[in-house]
């Protein structure tokens, strides 16, 4: 069976680590590469191997030798390539969050349904095994009926500043949590209230508390504060929990089992999602593009998570954006 010919379009720091992850994937070619900025182009090219390089992804998508995309862009560049590369048959790998509006994310879900080529958003935490098997439990009933849920994705300040400038943290972090809610228990949000704190008068709050209402009466709480101190010695504070009528559970990635404390201070390289492993991008990440590529091979639709399961995660947190800004609850 040969490999899959797989490109990237969008060459920032996550486009990178998807070269990097499908670089080490053996059932996949890493077969060309776009971005509009020809020095990172080559860059990346160079350092990868790739021989083909395209500043227009047009140009990329009418190569009939080329298999699949991951679309790597800014989240509100995501929908125009994606819905290029499914009218041109590829199959599409989206990062999430899936699209920046409720119209973009339904023409997607929409040209997905007609497509001959797969389609898949990028929910990479449905691949940490901590999460997949916290979810088998709940969903086999260990904990009883779900009444309370609270999760935190917290990040250091240091990292924070330009990306607030682009996305609010709640649809930008905030939606991994929120589609881990709704995996975990089948619910579904109906109302949202939220306030956030703009302490560096940037377009989008530092800290934001979201309180959901969820259809099967249970309440959902999501904390992102993009203000924590500290460099290296903290990555990202991660942390889930669930409890139910007859038990809960607790998912922990604050502080992986990785110590390395250097002239710099303590530091926890990341073990969970992209580590590097003698030399080749292991983890989730690559995991998940690995099932993305199998699928692909065998024929067989991506049944992990769904576009319209991607769509009702960005909903629910452009809701809790809008609540944020408004003040207003917010009904779904």
């Known amino acids: 069976m040969r490999k899959v010919r797989w490109g990237v379009i969008g060459l920032g720091w996550f486009g990178e680590h998807h070269c990097a992850a499908l670089s080490g994937i053996p059932n996949v070619e890493l077969h060309s590469l776009c971005t509009r900025t020809e020095e990172r182009l080559a860059e990346l090219a160079g350092r990868f191997g790739v021989p083909r390089t395209f500043t227009d992804y047009h140009e990329m998508l009418a190569d009939p030798d080329l298999d699949a995309v991951s679309i790597t862009t800014h989240w509100r560049d995501h929908a125009t390539p994606a819905l290029a590369a499914l009218a041109a048959g590829k199959h599409v790998f989206?990062?999430?969050?899936?699209?920046?509006?409720?119209?973009?994310?339904?023409?997607?879900?929409?040209?997905?349904?007609?497509?001959?080529?797969?389609?898949?958003?990028?929910?990479?935490?449905?691949?940490?095994?901590?999460?997949?098997?916290?979810?088998?439990?709940?969903?086999?009933?260990?904990?009883?009926?779900?009444?309370?849920?609270?999760?935190?994705?917290?990040?250091?300040?240091?990292?924070?500043?330009?990306?607030?400038?682009?996305?609010?943290?709640?649809?930008?972090?905030?939606?991994?949590?929120?589609?881990?809610?709704?995996?975990?228990?089948?619910?579904?949000?109906?109302?949202?209230?939220?306030?956030?704190?703009?302490?560096?008068?940037?377009?989008?709050?530092?800290?934001?508390?979201?309180?959901?209402?969820?259809?099967?009466?249970?309440?959902?709480?999501?904390?992102?504060?993009?203000?924590?101190?500290?460099?290296?010695a903290v990555r990202i504070d991660e942390r889930l929990e669930i409890i139910g009528t007859e038990g809960s559970a607790h998912v922990q990635e604050s502080a992986p089992s990785l110590l390395v404390i250097d002239r710099d201070g303590p530091a926890f390289p990341d073990t969970t999602y992209w580590p590097q492993v003698r030399g080749i991008t292991a983890g989730a990440l690559r995991d998940e593009l690995r099932y993305f590529a199998d699928c692909i091979q065998t024929g067989t639709a991506p049944d992990v998570i769904s576009p319209e399961e991607s769509m009702a995660a960005v909903t629910a947190c452009l809701a809790a954006e809008e609540s944020l800004h408004t003040g207003a609850k917010i009904d779904l």
């Open 94 to 232: 989206c990062e999430k969050p899936m699209a920046s509006t409720i119209e973009e994310c339904q023409a997607m879900v929409g040209a997905a349904r007609e497509a001959d080529g797969h389609f898949m958003v990028g929910h990479i935490c449905r691949f940490n095994p901590r999460y997949a098997l916290a979810q088998r439990e709940i969903r086999e009933g260990k904990i009883g009926r779900v009444v309370s849920m609270y999760a935190r994705r917290n990040i250091p300040g240091t990292r924070s500043a330009v990306t607030l400038r682009k996305i609010g943290p709640i649809v930008a972090d905030g939606v991994h949590d929120m589609d881990l809610m709704m995996w975990m228990t089948g619910a579904r949000p109906v109302s949202v209230y939220a306030r956030g704190v703009f302490e560096r008068n940037l377009p989008n709050p530092d800290v934001a508390w979201s309180m959901f209402e969820f259809d099967n009466g249970a309440i959902g709480v999501l904390e992102n504060a993009w203000f924590l101190m500290g460099h290296g």
